[in-house]
């Protein structure tokens, strides 16, 4: 009973005794080993999921939290406009979590995946925020209206955001690359579709400013892939 009770995953049967079903952590009722695989995939999808879409949405929490705070204490104003920043959530988080979150995953598990999480993160939401800070001093030396203002952020974030929603769903599958081309489809329509450039109150910026966002956006991006490389080889060493 003690070895039931101090094992990592206790297994009772349902015809065993009743103190063997409650120091247990799980009852096979029909008696029958036969399910443990499919419990296992089960669970190490659960697992791996959680992990892929916790570097997903704490990458954005990360920024949005500096992007508040260094904002906040120059007094800069707000880079996006409430509406773009729904598309942004939308495209980067909001349907791709939804597709990740019911993926097979057979990874096995490994402790520490709220570490990785952050490993990852936390480093991807300063990269963020130094292409948005980088973007708004540019755009100082480029006087634009407020609207090219707020679609010059906007573009930083958005291929910048989807850069890292590119790098959780590596290695790529159909499906995880048709989620990332989803997106970007979605952000191209957006960006050239009369009604919604209305709507989301989009306006290009100025050639000049436009190829200093691009190279902005470009350096964001280098950034993130190094990062991501040397992360994805860290995981591969610590699940080997």
Excluded at 26 to 36: G, P, S, V, Y
Excluded at 94 to 109: E, M, T
Excluded at 134 to 152: D, G, I, M, N, V
Excluded at 229 to 235: D, I, K, P, T
């Amino acid at each position: 009973m003690l070895a039931l009770k101090d094992a990592d995953l206790g297994i009772a049967m349902g015809h065993g005794s009743g103190a063997s079903r409650a120091v247990s952590r799980m009852t096979l009722l029909d008696n029958q080993f036969q399910a443990m695989p499919s419990i296992v995939l089960e669970g190490r999808q659960a697992i791996a999921n959680i992990e892929r879409l916790a570097k997903l949405y704490l990458s954005k929490t990360s920024w949005a939290v500096l992007i508040a705070l260094i904002f906040g204490l120059l007094a800069w104003p707000y880079p996006f406009e409430p509406r773009q920043m729904a598309l942004l959530d939308g495209i980067s988080i909001g349907w791709p979590a939804f597709v990740l979150a019911l993926l097979p995953n057979s990874r096995r598990y490994v402790s520490g995946f709220f570490r990785r999480a952050l490993q990852f993160a936390v480093p991807s939401g300063i990269v963020i925020t130094l292409s948005l800070i980088a973007t708004h001093l540019l755009l100082q030396r480029f006087p634009q209206s407020l609207e090219q203002q707020q679609t010059a952020s906007a573009l930083v974030l958005a291929v910048t955001s989807l850069w890292v929603l590119g790098l959780v769903c590596r290695p790529f599958r159909p499906l995880l690359a048709a989620v990332l081309l989803g997106s970007i489809t979605v952000l191209i329509l957006c960006l050239f579709v009369p009604l919604t450039v209305w709507f989301f109150g989009f306006a290009w910026p100025d050639a000049p400013a436009l190829i200093g966002i691009a190279i902005i956006t470009v350096l964001g991006c280098v950034a993130l892939e190094i990062h991501g490389q040397l992360r994805l080889r860290s995981e591969a060493r610590e699940l080997a």
